[in-house]
Nanobody, 124 residues
Framework: QVQLVESGGGLVQAGGSLRLSCAAS????????MGWFRQAPGKEREFVAF????????AYADSVKGRFAISKDNAKNTVYLQMNSLKPEDTAVYYC?????????????????WGQGTQVTVSS
């Protein structure tokens, strides 16, 4: 079993920054990657970024590329999402998730465990 706890969400003005954290505990030895996803009201959950745990391979959705940065601290079993130049359309509940899969890591169905989510609201 794996437990994921997100933190760092909040209300910020457009152009501002937030840093989300996802602390993991439990059976982490089989992880391959951790991802960030988001879901706005009335919309499907969408991919934001992922990072491969051992190799540090990173990928971003086009909508956040150049503004968001994902990073990890192996010693703390924690992944971060630094979000800069935030826009109102970034408003959503942000979730972290972990997977044992190595393929198609932008697909939320590939992920085994999910956090409870943290709300990010960007005002215009």
């Amino acid at each position: 079993q794996v437990q994921l706890v997100e933190s760092g969400g909040g209300l910020v003005q457009a152009g501002g920054s937030l840093r989300l954290s996802c602390a993991a505990s439990g059976r982490t030895a089989s992880w391959n990657a951790m991802g960030w996803f988001r879901q706005a009201p009335g919309k499907e959950r969408e991919f934001v970024a992922f990072i491969r745990w051992s190799y540090g391979i990173i990928a971003y959705a086009d909508s956040v590329k150049g503004r968001f940065a994902i990073s990890k601290d192996n010693a703390k079993n924690t992944v971060y999402l630094q979000m800069n130049s935030l826009k109102p359309e970034d408003t959503a509940v942000y979730y972290c998730a972990t997977t044992t899969s190595a393929l198609n890591l932008s697909n939320p169905t590939r992920y085994n465990y999910w956090g409870q989510g943290t709300q990010v609201t960007v005002s215009s």
